[in-house]
């Protein structure tokens, strides 16, 4: 008893010799901080009108450093300078951060942010739908995000990946969590270039949320959608489109309603402003939004990140919820195209592939890729690799085996949780991912269709009748698009099996969006 008074009599006085030594007494300081407590609660988040002001730039005048004054001469721009942004002083500022909507003047406030290597973020105007206030915002999006797990859980729609991406979501809308915050650099010595930019460097960086890494990882170095396809190679079985090469044109097909969605986009844009896409120049835009047709998750994901990242929560969402839809909305499609009679055509075995053709195979499109198409080549070679392994046999059994199993797996779940940090409700709300929306669900509808049509067209030139059916699986979604088909097909003739059939569309389909996205990356980067 006496040790634990004596112990008590010890701390007391260590607390006393802190609290003599400041200011204000400790006891004080502590009472301040648990009277503020309710205003860290999340009940207080969903209250706020506004974004954190580090996505705005609008600081309190308090956190801003003095404003310059203009009748007396004025001092460096560094002077004018903060962790939270700066004033602008010189013609450089005014003309690097002045665009054609909003154009900048000297004596202009503009916010933001030092990152971890010292680069300034400037902060941006947050429009939310209906002009809702930020926390609403917050509120609404969290049962959105818990309907999407709950088509994951429930309904089984493409679960592996939209239970992340809901989960993350839910994550990134928990205000004042920070799990989406990024790494942020301040107390550091300011410096501006000659173009007007500033720059911080030996500062200390205050540590951003793990789903901001796992996003500046994964996403922004285009990592994680070229692991995924290593993964879906190892799963891939090229032998029903070496088996029968013209199912190609199939594939080839359905990538028109990429082609659809970005010209559908463009128009957006022409009618609603350049504006329209939250600052994103509208053809990188379109590009990003036609990829959604191909219903290839990781490939509109790895083609979004470069071209335009702003949007990416709402691309990744309709890429993935379309392909679980897949079942839902491809048959009335397929039966509103074709006749009783073309849903009945057999088509004939496919003939055995010997091995030799599946090794060189993947090393012959990786070639061409490199000849043609050079920007494709990171999507096109993980493809290929995956599948090499798979195709070599027991001697790389182990490295396929990991690429279509453990590989896989942990980049998925990665995956899902850095796309569902888009969904953030300043990213999500807007009039821009209603209209990314629609334009998705038409690409994906007109894909299936354009597969349909061109088999009904090489019917009109081939001896041997292909089922249309099949020309709906040229869409990438592997293999939900080929069982679809084969399903259809069942219903009207449970004899008529065309699943190894529609593979050949299926996985050219796969090939061909990974294409596109090198060509439209070329063209809009």
């Given at each position: 008893?006496?040790?634990?008074?004596m112990?008590?009599?010890?701390?007391?006085?260590?607390?006393?010799?802190?609290?003599?030594?400041?200011?204000?007494?400790?006891?004080?300081?502590?009472?301040a901080?648990?009277?503020?407590l309710?205003?860290?609660?999340?009940?207080?988040?969903?209250?706020?009108?506004?974004?954190?002001?580090?996505?705005?730039?609008?600081?309190?005048?308090?956190?801003?450093?003095?404003?310059?004054?203009?009748?007396?001469?004025?001092?460096?721009?560094?002077?004018?300078?903060?962790?939270?942004?700066?004033?602008?002083?010189?013609?450089?500022?005014?003309?690097?951060?002045?665009?054609?909507?909003?154009?900048v003047?000297?004596?202009?406030?503009?916010?933001?942010?030092?990152?971890?290597?010292?680069?300034?973020?400037?902060?941006?105007?947050?429009?939310?739908?209906?002009?809702?206030?930020?926390?609403?915002?917050?509120l609404?999006?969290?049962?959105?995000?818990?309907?999407?797990?709950?088509?994951?859980?429930?309904?089984?729609?493409?679960?592996?990946?939209?239970?992340?991406?809901?989960?993350?979501?839910?994550?990134?809308?928990?205000?004042?969590a920070?799990?989406?915050?990024?790494?942020?650099?301040?107390?550091?010595?300011?410096?501006?270039?000659?173009?007007?930019?500033?720059?911080?460097?030996?500062?200390?960086?205050?540590?951003?949320?793990?789903?901001?890494?796992?996003?500046?990882?994964?996403?922004?170095?285009?990592?994680?959608?070229?692991?995924?396809?290593?993964?879906?190679?190892?799963?891939?079985?090229?032998?029903?489109?070496?088996?029968?090469?013209?199912?190609?044109?199939?594939?080839?097909?359905?990538?028109?309603?990429?082609?659809?969605?970005?010209?559908?986009?463009?128009?957006?844009?022409?009618?609603?402003?350049a504006d329209f896409?939250?600052?994103?120049?509208?053809?990188?835009?379109?590009?990003?939004?036609?990829?959604?047709?191909?219903?290839?998750?990781?490939?509109?994901i790895?083609?979004?990140?470069?071209?335009?990242?702003?949007?990416?929560?709402a691309?990744?969402?309709?890429?993935?919820?379309?392909?679980?839809?897949?079942?839902?909305?491809?048959?009335?499609?397929?039966?509103?195209?074709?006749?009783?009679s073309?849903?009945?055509i057999?088509m004939?075995?496919?003939r055995?592939?010997?091995?030799?053709?599946?090794?060189?195979?993947?090393?012959?499109?990786?070639?061409?890729?490199a000849?043609?198409l050079?920007?494709?080549?990171?999507?096109?070679?993980?493809?290929?690799?995956?599948?090499?392994?798979k195709?070599?046999?027991?001697?790389?059994?182990?490295?396929?085996d990991?690429?279509?199993?453990?590989?896989?797996?942990?980049?998925?779940?990665?995956?899902?949780?850095?796309?569902?940090?888009?969904?953030?409700?300043?990213?999500?709300?807007?009039?821009?991912?209603?209209?990314?929306?629609?334009?998705?669900?038409?690409?994906?509808?007109?894909?299936?269709?354009?597969?349909?049509?061109?088999?009904?067209?090489?019917?009109?030139?081939?001896?041997?009748?292909?089922?249309?059916?099949?020309?709906?699986a040229?869409?990438?979604?592997?293999?939900?698009?080929?069982?679809?088909?084969?399903?259809?097909?069942?219903?009207?003739?449970?004899?008529?099996?065309?699943?190894?059939?529609?593979?050949?569309?299926?996985?050219?389909?796969?090939?061909?969006?990974?294409?596109?996205?090198?060509?439209?990356?070329?063209?809009?980067?």
């Amino acid at each position: 008893m006496k040790k634990i008074l004596m112990a008590m009599l010890v701390a007391a006085g260590c607390f006393a010799a802190v609290a003599a030594t400041d200011d204000v007494p400790a006891w004080k300081t502590m009472l301040a901080k648990v009277k503020n407590l309710p205003a860290e609660t999340g009940i207080a988040g969903f209250m706020r009108k506004t974004a954190p002001a580090y996505i705005t730039g609008d600081f309190a005048e308090a956190d801003r450093p003095a404003a310059p004054d203009f009748s007396k001469p004025l001092a460096p721009a560094a002077e004018y300078a903060n962790k939270n942004g700066f004033w602008v002083t010189t013609d450089a500022q005014v003309k690097t951060y002045s665009t054609d909507k909003h154009p900048v003047r000297k004596g202009d406030w503009i916010g933001g942010y030092f990152d971890d290597i010292g680069h300034f973020v400037p902060g941006h105007e947050v429009k939310t739908l209906f002009g809702m206030p930020y926390g609403i915002g917050q509120l609404i999006m969290i049962p959105l995000c818990l309907v999407m797990m709950y088509l994951a859980i429930v309904k089984g729609f493409e679960p592996l990946l939209l239970l992340p991406i809901g989960f993350g979501g839910l994550l990134a809308n928990c205000p004042l969590a920070g799990v989406t915050a990024p790494a942020m650099m301040h107390d550091g010595v300011i410096s501006f270039l000659a173009s007007g930019i500033p720059q911080m460097s030996a500062g200390i960086v205050e540590p951003g949320g793990f789903l901001h890494y796992f996003f500046k990882f994964g996403i922004d170095t285009g990592v994680f959608p070229i692991m995924i396809f290593m993964g879906v190679g190892a799963m891939t079985d090229f032998g029903p489109l070496i088996a029968n090469p013209k199912m190609a044109l199939l594939g080839g097909a359905a990538q028109f309603g990429i082609f659809f969605a970005l010209f559908g986009a463009l128009g957006l844009a022409a009618v609603f402003g350049a504006d329209f896409f939250g600052g994103v120049a509208p053809v990188k835009a379109a590009a990003s939004i036609g990829i959604i047709g191909g219903a290839d998750g990781p490939t509109a994901i790895w083609l979004t990140s470069r071209l335009a990242p702003d949007l990416l929560g709402a691309i990744a969402v309709a890429a993935y919820s379309y392909m679980a839809l897949v079942p839902i909305i491809q048959p009335p499609i397929m039966n509103a195209l074709t006749t009783k009679s073309e849903r009945l055509i057999k088509m004939p075995p496919l003939r055995e592939v010997k091995k030799i053709e599946k090794v060189c195979f993947p090393l012959i499109v990786l070639l061409l890729c490199a000849f043609l198409l050079k920007d494709a080549v990171p999507l096109i070679g993980a493809l290929m690799l995956g599948n090499l392994a798979k195709e070599v046999g027991p001697s790389v059994a182990r490295i396929a085996d990991t690429m279509s199993n453990a590989l896989i797996n942990i980049v998925t779940i990665m995956l899902g949780l850095s796309v569902g940090s888009k969904l953030a409700c300043e990213k999500f709300l807007s009039g821009t991912t209603l209209g990314i929306l629609a334009l998705g669900l038409c690409a994906f509808c007109v894909g299936t269709a354009a597969g349909v049509i061109m088999a009904k067209i090489m019917n009109l030139f081939s001896k041997e009748k292909v089922n249309p059916l099949i020309g709906s699986a040229g869409v990438s979604a592997v293999p939900m698009a080929a069982r679809v088909s084969n399903k259809v097909s069942l219903s009207n003739d449970p004899t008529n099996f065309l699943l190894m059939q529609a593979m050949g569309p299926n996985v050219s389909g796969v090939i061909g969006s990974a294409v596109v996205a090198g060509v439209l990356y070329t063209l809009c980067r």
